[in-house]
């Protein structure tokens, strides 16, 4: 089984699984929600001072630009919650979608509302959509896969 496969079999467990891998599951769940509300809701831009991590980025992306820095790490911020989605509303692809849009327009116009030192941008709200439908489709692939690997292993 490969790591994203062990991943996924830890963080979305299927409703039969074992209690224990359940409760692994909301922790990390709610470990990661919480870390995402401080991100979101933190009254001023936390990349402020990551002039490290970001020399590192344009390292590894030398193309790369700071709209397009921004869009991507958007995207790989909220990859995790359309793991999360993917995982509470099995079977309701357009349910899906429309969380995954609007969880992000919601939070862009309270920082606009609420926090004056954020930007509120609509760039943000696509990026963050892609990175929900990105990681739900991810889970969806894999749990496939797996189901398909394990159905075989049977034979």
Avoid: K
């Avoid at 963080?11 to 224990?20: Q, S, Y």
């Avoid at 630009?65 to 958007?74: K, Q, S, W, Y």
């Avoid at 919650?81 to 849009?101: E, T, Y």
């Amino acid at each position: 089984m490969t790591g994203v496969g062990v991943c996924l079999q830890w963080c979305v467990p299927t409703p039969g699984a074992p209690l224990r891998r359940r409760h692994v599951a909301m922790i990390v769940a709610a470990v990661y929600l919480c870390g995402l509300g401080v991100i979101l809701l933190w009254p001023d831009h936390l990349d402020r001072h990551a002039g490290a991590a970001y020399a590192i980025l344009y390292a590894l992306f030398p193309g790369a630009t700071a709209e397009t820095m921004d869009f991507g790490l958007n995207v790989v911020l909220f990859a995790p919650f359309g793991v999360l989605l993917s995982a509470l509303l099995r079977g309701h692809p357009w349910r899906l979608l429309g969380v995954a849009w609007v969880v992000p327009l919601l939070v862009e116009i309270f920082q606009g509302v609420f926090l004056p030192g954020r930007t509120s941008s609509a760039l943000d709200v696509a990026a963050n959509t892609v990175g929900g439908v990105v990681g739900a489709v991810a889970t969806v692939v894999v749990r496939r896969f797996l189901t398909r690997s394990h159905t075989r292993d049977r034979s």
